[in-house]
């Protein structure tokens, strides 16, 4: 693969940069938002809402879905021999399915909170290559734990500038 000399950022964005990857940048510095202090503190508090609100929604379908299963066994079907592929299917395939059903399409809101921020913040590759830049800095001066949890409290007077 040839490489490529892109001088105007905006094209590189626009023809090599996909709605996926904004997303993925937008989340990196969600996840370490104490390091950096990008993002407001109402809007990460509406991010850690929707994480909830996904991982509430789909283990409760799982959970769901495996009691279902159980309380069929017991009431409906009362075998009285053990088949490992119908119990594997029951008590596996079946509350997995329910799980990924849940999340492709009863957590859409959640998604679509992800992507309002991506839109509202517009981190693009550059802002992505300076965080790490921050961290690959703290890390040469083995002081990376105390950079990560300080965040933007880390006193870099005390790291060297290369």
Same mark, same amino acid.
């Given at each position: 693969? *040839?490489?490529?000399?892109?001088?105007?950022?905006?094209?590189? #964005? *626009?023809? /090599?940069?996909?709605?996926?990857? *904004?997303? #993925?940048?937008?989340?990196? !510095? /969600?996840?370490?938002?104490?390091?950096?202090?990008? %993002?407001?503190?109402?809007?990460?508090?509406?991010?850690?809402?929707?994480?909830?609100?996904?991982?509430?929604?789909?283990?409760?379908?799982?959970?769901?879905?495996?009691?279902?299963?159980?309380? &069929?066994?017991?009431?409906?079907?009362?075998?009285?021999?053990?088949? +490992?592929?119908?119990?594997? !299917?029951?008590?596996?395939?079946? +509350?997995?399915?329910?799980?990924? %059903?849940?999340?492709? /399409?009863?957590?859409?809101?959640?998604?679509?909170?992800?992507?309002?921020?991506?839109? #509202?913040?517009? !981190?693009?590759?550059?802002?992505?290559?300076?965080?790490?830049?921050?961290?690959?800095?703290?890390?040469?001066?083995?002081? &990376?734990?105390?950079?990560?949890?300080?965040?933007?409290?880390?006193?870099?007077?005390?790291?060297?500038?290369?």
């Amino acid at each position: 693969m *040839k490489n490529l000399k892109l001088t105007n950022f905006e094209e590189f #964005k *626009k023809n /090599y940069l996909d709605e996926n990857d *904004k997303i #993925k940048v937008f989340k990196y !510095f /969600y996840q370490y938002n104490n390091c950096f202090g990008l %993002i407001s503190q109402e809007d990460v508090q509406d991010c850690q809402q929707a994480e909830f609100l996904e991982k509430a929604r789909t283990y409760s379908a799982f959970l769901s879905m495996s009691c279902l299963m159980l309380t &069929l066994d017991r009431t409906l079907f009362r075998r009285s021999s053990f088949k +490992p592929t119908k119990f594997l !299917f029951q008590y596996g395939v079946l +509350p997995m399915m329910s799980f990924q %059903i849940t999340k492709n /399409y009863f957590c859409r809101d959640v998604e679509q909170t992800f992507h309002d921020m991506t839109e #509202k913040y517009q !981190f693009g590759v550059e802002q992505y290559h300076q965080g790490m830049e921050l961290m690959t800095r703290a890390h040469k001066a083995n002081r &990376l734990g105390e950079f990560l949890e300080k965040g933007v409290d880390f006193d870099w007077s005390t790291v060297e500038n290369e």
